[in-house]
């Protein structure tokens, strides 16, 4: 309980950290965003890539990180029945620290020659908080709890190529109503859009290249309370590539995967005791949207400190095939972030395997704990368990 109250302590005051922009508070100005759970890896088969999973090959996971690729799902169009999946996803998180912190995530989808849509649902259980107020008076005891329920819809273009938008409301309740040193918390609601974009390269026979892209969580600032300035969201860009070999007779696939990550919101600003920028940008002149395209140019230390705010996902996966059709996955992966922008490595290992309709996945983190690494202990004994029901070959 001390160390879950420690990390609602951290989240609040990285909140206003980023709402007034002291960097004592931040010192190597990591980024952070609001509703951070919608950028948790759900699906087991990514998390045992190292979170990768833009351009891998289609499945019942893609309705997660990047719906456009239903498009290319091979359905038996003869069957009505046979065009509909579904995905369910559960992650008990970060055991290490704390007991009682759970993801899960569903969706649901049709999937079309041309078009796909479906509706998907992610909650983040944060367990129980006790709440303090002023004075370290106990006030009470709250299950701080977040989700959010989105729609998507896919279209398939030419040449192999595919996009698709979602829309989706979030409710974020950290702390419940509670005052503290004259700053009240509250629920927040607010809407956001994704956009997707999917290259399907297998019109090529022994090998082939997938790549693709997402912006995610696109939308106005929000507030947490009655902080004097609101928080933007967490926009991230996602870019990734897949390259697919075929291998032997029976036509079993190997494929390498690569995914770069970069949060959109501004870099904390450098700024004197009377809160006056003396390095970067002012965040408080930059809207919700328009930190996608001025978060670029916001680094205090120019862009060699905005290129090390990318973080990238290393996976491989080899597909056992029966009939040409996979029956067994092996995957494994690894994560990385640059040492002044927070510094989480881990290594990542995963199984997955499909009877008829129905498939299981299961993924394990394993933290890189060197000396220097220790924070990254807190990821251990973190898996995810990912159940689908895709009828398509």
Do not use: C
Not at 88 to 104: A, D, E, S
């Amino acid at each position: 309980m001390r160390n879950l109250k420690m990390i609602t302590l951290l989240f609040l005051v990285s909140l206003q950290s980023i709402a007034q922009a002291y960097t004592p508070v931040n010192p190597q100005r990591i980024l952070v965003g609001a509703f951070p759970f919608q950028n948790f890896t759900y699906d087991a088969r990514s998390a045992a890539l190292g979170e990768a999973g833009i351009a891998i090959s289609p499945d019942a996971n893609s309705a997660l990180l990047n719906p456009a690729k239903l498009v290319f799902l091979n359905q038996d169009s003869t069957k009505k029945a046979k065009n509909v999946g579904a995905s369910l996803h559960y992650t008990p998180y970060y055991r290490n620290l704390i007991q009682g912190m759970n993801l899960y995530a569903l969706n649901l989808f049709q999937a079309k020659e041309k078009t796909a849509f479906g509706l998907g649902v992610k909650y983040f259980d944060a367990g129980s908080i006790e709440i303090y107020g002023d004075n370290r008076k106990y006030i009470k005891n709250f299950k701080s709890k977040e989700f959010s329920i989105n729609g998507f819809y896919s279209l398939k273009l030419r040449h192999n190529n595919s996009i698709s938008a979602g829309l989706k409301y979030i409710y974020s309740n950290l702390s419940a109503r509670s005052t503290t040193k004259n700053t009240t918390t509250k629920p927040v609601n607010t809407v956001a859009g994704d956009l997707y974009f999917y290259h399907d390269g297998r019109n090529t026979k022994n090998q082939w290249l997938n790549y693709g892209a997402s912006l995610t969580n696109i939308g106005g600032k929000v507030s947490y309370g009655d902080y004097k300035k609101r928080t933007f969201q967490s926009t991230l860009l996602k870019l990734g590539a897949a390259q697919n070999f075929i291998l032997g007779k029976k036509k079993n696939v190997l494929m390498f995967t690569i995914d770069a990550n970069k949060l959109l919101v501004p870099t904390p600003s450098v700024r004197n005791i009377n809160n006056e920028v003396i390095e970067g940008r002012n965040e408080e002149n930059i809207t919700g949207i328009g930190t996608i395209f001025q978060s670029w140019h916001t680094a205090p230390d120019g862009f060699r400190e905005t290129m090390r705010e990318i973080s990238y996902s290393f996976g491989t996966e080899f597909q056992f095939r029966v009939g040409g059709v996979p029956h067994f996955y092996a995957r494994a992966g690894y994560y990385t972030q640059n040492k002044r922008k927070g510094e989480i490595h881990y290594f990542t290992l995963g199984l997955g395997g499909k009877f008829k309709d129905f498939g299981l996945d299961l993924a394990y983190l394993i933290p890189n704990n060197s000396a220097e690494r220790r924070p990254n202990q807190v990821l251990s004994n973190t898996f995810r368990v990912s159940m689908i029901y895709s009828p398509f070959k």
